[in-house]
């Protein structure tokens, strides 16, 4: 078992290097998802036990159904400016210091690390073309190739904001960015969170 053990650390610490190198190549979100997926469809095999799971529900049918993955405040949504001369390609959600962020849908995990001015990044792919990523925690506590459920913590926020364009807003709150892509491009992720209580009242 000692064995298994360290072959899985080693072909671990691999990936980790890999994605690395991939995030310094790459010039921006797209050209980064562009190269893990071109990297992912090179060498095919899953971490163990990775490839036999899958999302409990494709991700274009969970549209009403999505958990946001912190407990907080909409105060940025998509398409809105975004406080450095461009638009919000997805949502900023303040949260409290150290709170926990859960897992928004089933997936994979595909890159876990810092990138460029997003900070520590998580991606998770979510099947059907789909990529959720998420950005401006402090700590990441999930492993590349780990296949995530909804609701499982993945990382912890820090105690202020955390990326480059979320200290452009004098936010003092650690600030979640949330970004849904299909097939690279940006999509509102709106339609597919659950009503809060509140929301449903107004309808």
């Not at 991606?123 to 990529?131: C, E, K, Q, V």
């Not at 909804?150 to 003092?172: F, H, K, L, Y």
Request: hydrophobic share 40%.
């Amino acid at each position: 078992r000692q064995k298994r053990q360290t072959e899985v650390e080693r072909l671990l610490d691999a990936e980790r290097r890999r994605a690395a190198t991939l995030a310094r190549q790459a010039e921006d979100l797209k050209d980064l998802l562009s190269r893990l997926d071109e990297a992912a469809r090179a060498s095919p095999q899953a971490p163990s036990g990775a490839a036999t799971l899958g999302p409990a529900i494709a991700f274009a049918a969970a549209k009403g159904k999505l958990p946001l993955p912190v407990n907080g405040l909409r105060v940025r949504d998509f398409g809105s400016a975004d406080g450095a001369g461009g638009v919000q390609k997805g949502i900023s959600v303040s949260a409290r210091a150290g709170a926990q962020v859960t897992a928004p849908c089933d997936g994979w995990v595909v890159y876990a690390g810092p990138f460029r001015s997003y900070g520590q990044l998580l991606i998770l792919n979510a099947g059907g073309g789909y990529h959720v990523l998420l950005a401006g925690m402090e700590r990441i506590s999930v492993d590349l190739g780990q296949f995530v459920l909804t609701g499982e913590p993945v990382a912890q926020m820090g105690g202020g904001p955390r990326t480059a364009a979320i200290v452009a807003t004098d936010s003092i709150q650690p600030i979640l960015y949330i970004e849904f892509r299909k097939d690279g491009t940006p999509v509102d992720p709106g339609p597919w969170w659950t009503k809060t209580d509140s929301e449903k009242v107004r309808g």
